[in-house]
DNA sequence: TATAGCGGCTAAAACGTTTCATCCAGTTGA
DNA sequence: TCAACTGGATGAAACGTTTTAGCCGCTATA
């Protein structure tokens, strides 16, 4: 019972194997009788499909892959469930590795997805540098999107978000606030998001900021504990050199920062105003509500995913696109004066 | 460039297909000169192995595959990341399904994954009830092991950690408090866990809780929207009727019936006391830090995934086991009545 | 000197599909 | 009555591996 080939199901329903694949992929080229003794045949051997002598056949796959920089991080995995409404609508299957921001990982990750031969991989890469491994993919043809990256390459598609503008919103949303010494925490800087935030930032002090300062407090990764650390590393400066206002490179950065400052029992408002990025749900529901430039998250998923079936579908027709989304800032407690004079 | 096969490599290298395939393999049982030779033309034609053919020939895949409830919650991505851990160290690849609390997809997803003859799944299934699907996988010899989730079932390994004494806990905590109207937010009741967890609650009102009642508010899935709507409902009845404290069945409900609550201008917990279960990151991190049941999160994750490819490497003579973690209740502000007077 | 053993290699079969060229028996049209 | 077509089926080739049996030339042993 385990392990029925469509031969054995051909000889079991006295026709040829060549008829059996017909009922299973254009029922309506057999003859209804036909149709039914091999189904009926199938379900009696407890057939089921062998996908790798299929692809083998086909030279492809019917997967879709999304290589991730953080699996615990929610903004993506919203951005995951906004790719898999959109695949899954198309009868693929969406799988989801996790580069750890690491990028050996990532390369690992690659080369077992070429060898399976996926149909396309939307991915966010983990270095900015020149990415070998991806135009490998590229050159066997099969579809790259980038996520949440901007490109100037015309090899392939892009969807992201104009990371340069959020770090201005944030930056000149914290001078409006009167803040003068404020922190840029995040890293590492090889991570395109991390230095275009940060360049946003530094572009909006140019422009208005005399007399302000921007310090960057850099961190090995974007996780709460990395956020923890670098709040350790300002309240060690000296009080005339701390920050009075912090932003954060993503939002679990941010929420490290508020749970340090907090045990330190600093204020925040009142004593360092934080700023995230992402606004993923729980920025919302943080112990002070942080402040946070939003991004689309599912939608940016939705749209890679649609560029990307889009190209696999048309190959050499297609024209690559790339979208970028504008990010929006959402100010709450962690960064209001006016509710802090209110508390 | 683009699709080599070992065929042209072997041409191009003036060796037999075998010996091509020997280099890949066992690339000690052939000489340095020749093995030399055929690396050679690997690299210039720009070989890469079709996995599918692999597959094919080896009647499995070396890939593992989890199934979990929400992808976006922080509880089953830590759970991915401890599994990660383990499989990534012998080379396979984890894929990561998301069945979202939604049994056909759950199945389309077996179905799929069954065609792809994965050397694994781990899963934490949706329904309680029988599960063909999964019967089907063990039939055919597709080691499964649940995750998250006791079971009787002597024909597959499990990984759990016991959720009726986790109720027991959170309820003990909070009769310990002096509540006498409490709520259990949760559902639906057809997942295993939230009917557990609710089981051990009633258990613990059932031994000590003279002229205590434990109200059930159903929610449709375990999300943070769920926890608002459940609050709404809550919050809509009679005074004296609305309970003292709320036991939720994960930390995303306790975060949305925590911010309904506080939108609508109610103190935790001097009004309503909360209680979380998973203890999830965020939950310390939360507006009141909500007090939780603990998980080992990524251990389950570990465990689970050694559990399967021991069963995978030893076939039959493989003997299922159930491992149970105990759950530890954390106490934070969101239920301590002592910090609420301090306040 | 015959024999056995061995390292290094080759040739061919097998895995389970899909597809393509054929074939066959009816039916239609002239 | 014959040719042309048609719907429904068949048989075989092809996809790219891995594996197995076997071959060849050489060395060590008796």
Redesign the interface.
């Known amino acids: 019972?385990?392990?029925a080939s469509i031969k054995e199901v051909a000889r079991h329903a006295g026709v040829s194997l060549g008829t059996v694949s017909n009922v299973l992929n254009r029922p309506d080229m057999v003859s209804p009788t036909t149709r039914q003794r091999v189904l009926d045949a199938i379900a009696e051997l407890?057939y089921?499909?062998?996908?790798?002598?299929?692809?083998?056949r086909a030279g492809q796959?019917r997967t879709i892959a999304i290589v991730v920089l953080d699996?615990?991080n929610?903004f993506f995995?919203?951005m995951?469930?906004g790719a898999?409404q959109v695949v899954?609508e198309t009868g693929a299957?969406l799988?989801?590795?996790?580069s750890g921001e690491d990028s050996a990982?990532e390369r690992?990750?690659l080369?077992?997805l070429?060898?399976?031969?996926v149909r396309g991989v939307l991915i966010t890469p983990v270095g900015d540098g020149p990415q070998p491994h991806l135009e490998?993919l590229i050159?066997?043809?099969i579809p790259v999107v980038l996520v949440d990256r901007g490109t100037g390459r015309a090899s392939r598609c892009s969807v992201a978000v104009d990371d340069v503008l959020g770090g201005r919103l944030a930056m000149d949303h914290l001078l409006d606030q009167g803040h003068r010494r404020i922190a840029y925490v995040g890293g590492p800087l090889s991570i395109a998001q991390v230095a275009e935030r940060h360049a946003g930032a530094a572009a909006a002090l140019e422009d208005r900021g005399a007399g302000a300062e921007l310090r960057v407090a850099a961190t090995t990764s974007l996780t709460?504990a990395a956020g923890r650390r670098a709040a350790q590393d300002l309240l060690a400066l000296p009080a005339r050199q701390r920050p009075t206002a912090v932003f954060c490179a993503n939002d679990l950065l941010a929420?490290g920062v508020?749970?340090e400052l907090t045990a330190r029992g600093l204020r925040v408002p009142a004593d360092i105003a934080i700023v995230g990025y992402d606004d993923i749900?729980?920025a919302?529901?943080?112990?002070?509500?942080l402040s946070s430039v939003r991004q689309p998250r599912e939608q940016l998923g939705r749209t890679a995913a649609e560029l990307l079936l889009e190209e696999a579908e048309h190959g050499v027709a297609h024209q690559h696109r790339h979208v970028v989304f504008q990010p929006e800032l959402v100010v709450r407690r962690s960064s209001d004066q006016v509710r802090r004079a209110r508390r």
């Open positions: 019972m385990a392990g407890g089921v499909r062998n996908d790798s002598a299929r692809q083998l796959s699996v615990a929610p995995t919203d995951v469930r898999e899954e299957m799988i989801v590795c996790n990982r690992r990750h080369e077992l070429e060898e399976q031969r490998k050159d066997r043809d709460v929420l508020l749970q749900e729980f919302a529901a943080a112990a002070v509500p």
